[in-house]
């Protein structure tokens, strides 16, 4: 039903990456539209987070391997793919409210009656968003934005770069070395006092890394490389695990101000932020703790010299 969330392009040292890479990127968003149903029937929460992860990766990718695409196609995919994941937005970060429930009644077992009636408005707030986003996919707008994009990506496999000569290894280095210069510098702009969106910055940061690290393995077979995807996944579980927190604060602070709630679950609510937000800090330490053996694993010889060519 779903593909693993890991990706790779299928490339060799002699590949033409402006042939590959196009034909990637229109397969992939096949594979998202495929996930479609999946998301109006209300199949199971992964279809809508597969359906994002999908249009992010893609969108990312063109951004991130810009030579690639000519730039009249980058003004039509950017916007239009960021209004297809924009819309499905609210929905997800519902689902994930709703799928760590278990999670928050351990944070406050003697608690539970009064999270049963706050869960009841968040799976209700669900249901209304969900329905909302089956009828968006439906209308002739979504289809619009559909056909602007599987055109646009359909022109950019018949593109020829002027400079097409660079090797697929050399490109793929260079790309892979610059984004690594990216993320230690954000890393170098985190301190305990770091607001939330700093280290947010971090972790978009991260992630493009790593999408260029996946997108491009079949080119690094050695052990090293490997190695590399793994500690950044490390750091993003818990750049992750923070971003989560800052949500989860910010959502029921919301439900706090807005919903009609008596005093017994309005003091339930106090109690669950008072405990995200003591989980935060906690993560915010853990993620300062790591960055240290980040920095260590970035600049040692063995990390970055197969990408020095």
Not at 116 to 128: H, K, Q, T, V
Not at 142 to 151: A, D, E, F, K, W
């Amino acid at each position: 039903m779903f593909r693993k969330s890991s990706f790779q392009l299928p490339l060799h040292t002699d590949s033409e990456l402006d042939f590959v890479v196009p034909h990637f990127l229109l397969t992939e968003f096949d594979y998202a539209r495929s996930l479609e149903q999946g998301i109006v029937q209300d199949l199971d929460p992964e279809y809508t987070h597969q359906y994002r992860v999908t249009l992010r990766r893609i969108r990312s990718l063109c951004v991130l391997l810009r030579e690639l695409i000519p730039p009249f196609e980058q003004r039509i995919l950017k916007p239009h793919l960021k209004i297809m994941m924009k819309k499905t937005n609210k929905l997800r970060d519902l689902d994930v409210f709703i799928l760590d429930k278990s999670q928050y009644i351990e944070m406050l077992p003697n608690h539970k009656p009064s999270l049963e009636p706050l869960f009841g408005f968040i799976e209700s707030e669900r249901a209304y968003e969900q329905a909302k986003v089956a009828r968006w996919l439906a209308t002739k707008e979504y289809t619009m934005h559909c056909t602007l994009v599987r055109n646009s990506l359909l022109r950019s496999t018949q593109h020829e770069r002027v400079d097409n000569n660079v090797p697929a290894l050399l490109f793929a280095s260079q790309k892979v070395s610059e984004q690594f210069k990216k993320v230690d510098k954000a890393r170098r702009k985190i301190s305990d006092k770091s607001r939330d969106n700093v280290i947010h910055s971090m972790r978009i940061k991260c992630k493009a890394l790593r999408y260029l690290l996946e997108g491009f393995s079949a080119l690094y077979p050695s052990p090293q490389h490997k190695n590399n995807v793994k500690q950044l996944k490390l750091l993003q579980d818990k750049l992750g695990d923070f971003n989560d927190t800052s949500s989860q604060i910010e959502f029921f602070t919301q439900v706090k101000e807005a919903v009609n709630l008596n005093k017994q679950d309005r003091k339930t609510l106090k109690k669950l932020l008072n405990v995200l937000s003591e989980h935060h800090d906690t993560s915010r330490q853990t993620i300062l703790t790591h960055l240290d053996q980040f920095e260590a694993f970035i600049h040692d010889t063995n990390t970055q010299s197969l990408y020095q060519h």
